[in-house]
């Protein structure tokens, strides 16, 4: 139990340790230190859970069970490797002077209250205090988005603020909604928005009701997930925020987007006993998952292009949800996983990649590997594992999606091939130039890329074995999610 | 009482609309700053007639924030960007009014076959909180600059804190807490962001904002 709090408590004494520290030095280290401690906290918390099965904690405000504590240290552990590099990475910015003093230091409580806001958020019993901590997120990051002060900067992270909110402000809305559903019946106001209590109610709640609460909790989330056609927002602020912030957007911000409408979606599930949910996560998700596999072939920037494919893939994993049933739910999940620890590392590759290059145009960043080989070839392999191929474990999602949604659906199949095709083809043949080919100039500094090969190496190991203790979690949160 | 209180709901309506087409920054403002006073009024009502005392917290959480914290931040930053006398043209004026008040109907049309177990005209009452929301919205939309789009968030905050009100009397106080801290800190970061738009693109116009597009330079 102490474990969990401690979980949550260490961002809350890093962020305000953070308004304290100047030094630039001391606050990476300490930034390293606290999310290290955070990472291990949540595996005793883990343990914990293993032993005792799902809990409640502080007056049922939060609660832990299989879905959220997997999504919960798979956070903690990106915090934690990104941490490491941000360390590195933030130090060279500072030296070029990129960025100044006190902006550092606003990098870096707000690195830690982001991280805190995710995991209350995922943590959160109280679908309220869920939707306060998403919003607590966003708010966290637009300041890191426009870090730099550029003109492409602020605007990137002026879009990302107002249609981030407006999104959010819609899902609360669906939230109220699903509140108002459940209230009528609840003698108890008070338990009325608590998930534990409500998945349980779901028979007495108003169809009429969930029905649009749903389609506006989808069009709220779905915004900070990204889904199409509500992503305008994600390629600019992935794209002009510094890297380390894009590998936690791209990794983390917009699983636990995810995460809230699945909450969200197993009620609706429960309380209509009809396929309305799934089927727009579907078309979502779909649809997020095409458009974002041909607009990745007329890209021109190297941050730009990879976050077309966060929005490919995550369009892909809501479909996946979509297609209900525990095969599907299950690799959905471990797609999830795998995604987050490949997307978060080839943020933290093209990070370092743009750095050496002081610039993010793919026409002007040439010969990688003879240059600076670790990155030119961490960049290309990376490139083809997040694009798919064996046998990593991107890979082994997306073949048991197809294999699914051929078993179900097998006309949407042929989109999800001609979908694979065009992103594989749209990456590669971007990045191909990019890796090989003579180099244009010749700089070396200080890189950072152990995390992003410790993340890939951990897709691999995935995509051959996944350990019996994963596994158990994963049947257990899909279980809970198609139940 | 009741009727009282669906008076009072026509009128933030009202104000809704008068938002939409307003192109007067201060005028914005001000009307704000009575959407903002009719709904605490309506609050104050809810709570005596629930006797629920978070309710109370509300009023008063209405009052400080919205009432006064955030005009005053507004008007001391049009005070200090200077743009007092800048006037925002509305586009196609009728078409916006019969686009909003096709949200209207749209909002009752989803409404009205709720069964409620509330009073009579709560149906009604949030049908039209969900208006407010989608006119908040509406003037996202159509309004250029950005000092529009702060009270077009906050117009669209008010509506979903009506519709809680009626539909609900209320969120549970932990999470209303928690909401009104967000939307304060949302207040700040934009004057936030004035200050670094004026700074970059020196204007708050945000149809200047084109430099991230898709097509090669």
Redo the contacts between chains.
């Keep these: 139990m102490i474990a969990f709090y401690l979980t949550l408590f260490l961002p809350l004494a890093g962020t305000l340790l953070m308004l304290g520290i100047g030094n630039l030095r001391i606050a990476g280290l300490c930034n390293i230190i606290i999310t290290t401690a955070g990472f291990i906290a949540s595996l005793f918390m883990a343990h914990y859970f293993l032993q005792h099965g799902s809990f409640l904690a502080i007056e049922q405000q939060f609660y832990i069970d299989a879905f959220n504590l997997l999504i919960i240290v798979l956070t903690t552990f990106v915090v934690m490797t990104t941490a490491f590099f941000s360390n590195t990475f933030m130090w060279q910015s500072a030296t070029t002077n990129r960025i100044s003093n006190k902006h550092l230091r606003l990098y870096h409580v707000m690195y830690q209250l982001f991280a805190l806001m995710m995991l209350v958020a995922l943590a959160a019993n109280n679908l309220g205090i869920l939707w306060v901590a998403m919003e607590g997120a966003t708010l966290a990051t637009v300041l890191l988005v426009s870090l730099y002060r550029t003109k492409e900067a602020i605007e990137a992270s002026w879009k990302y603020f107002i249609l981030c909110i407006i999104g959010i402000a819609l899902a609360l809305f669906g939230t109220i909604l699903v509140y108002f559903s459940a209230v009528q019946e609840l003698t108890q106001t008070k338990t009325g928005m608590l998930w534990s209590v409500l998945a349980y109610q779901t028979n007495h709640f108003d169809p009429t009701v969930i029905k649009i609460a749903f389609v506006f909790l989808l069009v709220g989330y779905g915004t900070k997930i990204g889904l199409v056609p509500l992503h305008n927002w994600l390629p600019d602020a992935y794209s002009e925020s510094p890297a380390p912030v894009s590998s936690l957007l791209s990794g983390l911000l917009s699983n636990v987007a995810l995460y809230a409408l699945i909450r969200f979606k197993i009620l609706t599930d429960l309380a209509l006993a009809n396929h309305l949910a799934d089927n727009l996560m579907m078309i979502f998700g779909l649809l997020s998952f095409v458009v974002a596999a041909i607009l990745l072939q007329r890209q021109y920037n190297i941050k730009r292009l990879f976050s077309y494919s966060s929005i490919e893939h995550m369009g892909l994993i809501t479909f996946t949800f979509g297609l209900g049933g525990p095969i599907a739910t299950f690799v959905g999940l471990f797609y999830m996983l795998v995604h987050s620890l490949a997307k978060s590392a080839i943020f933290i590759i093209v990070g370092n990649v743009v750095q050496q290059a002081k610039t993010s145009l793919l026409e002007q960043i040439r010969g990688l590997i003879k240059n600076q080989p670790l990155l030119g070839w961490g960049l290309l392999a990376a490139t083809l594992i997040i694009s798919g191929i064996p046998p990593f474990g991107i890979f082994t999602s997306e073949l048991i999606v197809f294999i699914t949604c051929v078993k179900f659906l097998p006309l949407l199949a042929i989109i999800l091939v001609a979908g694979f095709i065009m992103a594989f083809a749209g990456l590669l043949r971007n990045i191909q130039p990019v890796v090989y080919g003579e180099p244009t100039q010749t700089i070396k500094s200080k890189t950072c890329t152990w995390p992003a090969i410790l993340h890939l190496s951990l897709v691999l190991v995935l995509g051959l074995y996944i350990p019996p203790v994963l596994q158990q979690l994963l049947q257990e949160a899909a279980g809970l999610i198609t139940r | 009482m009741e009727l009282l209180t669906s008076i009072i709901t026509a009128l933030i309506l009202l104000t809704a609309f008068i938002l939409l087409m307003q192109n007067r920054i201060h005028g914005m403002i001000n009307t704000f700053i009575w959407q903002s006073i009719l709904l605490a009024t309506v609050t104050l009502l809810q709570a005596q007639r629930t006797a629920r005392i978070e309710l109370y917290v509300s009023v008063l959480l209405i009052i400080i924030l919205k009432v006064i914290f955030i005009p005053y931040l507004l008007r001391s930053l049009v005070y200090k960007l200077n743009i007092r006398h800048k006037v925002a043209e509305i586009k196609h004026p009728f078409l916006l009014l019969i686009g909003a008040a096709a949200l209207v109907l749209f909002c009752y049309h ?1 409404i009205i ?6 009073w009579n005209e709560a149906n009604n009452i949030i049908a039209v909180a ?1 208006a407010v ?1 989608l006119l908040g ?1 509406l003037l ?1 939309i159509t309004h250029r600059k ?1 000092i529009s ?1 702060v009270i077009g ?1 906050m117009s ?2 008010n509506g ?1 804190f009506f ?2 009100l009626i ?3 209320g ?2 106080m ?2 209303e807490l ?2 009104a ?2 939307v304060l ?2 207040a700040v ?1 934009f004057g ?2 004035f200050l ?2 004026r700074r ?2 020196d204007s708050l116009d ?1 149809d200047r ?4 597009r ?3 330079e």
């Design positions: 989803l076959p709720i069964r409620t177990l509330a969900m929301m919205m996202l950005a789009h968030f669209m905050e979903i519709a809680a539909a609900t009397q969120m549970p932990v999470v928690g909401i801290f967000d800190i949302a970061l936030v962001f670094q738009l970059s693109i945000v904002l084109n430099l991230l898709e097509d090669v």
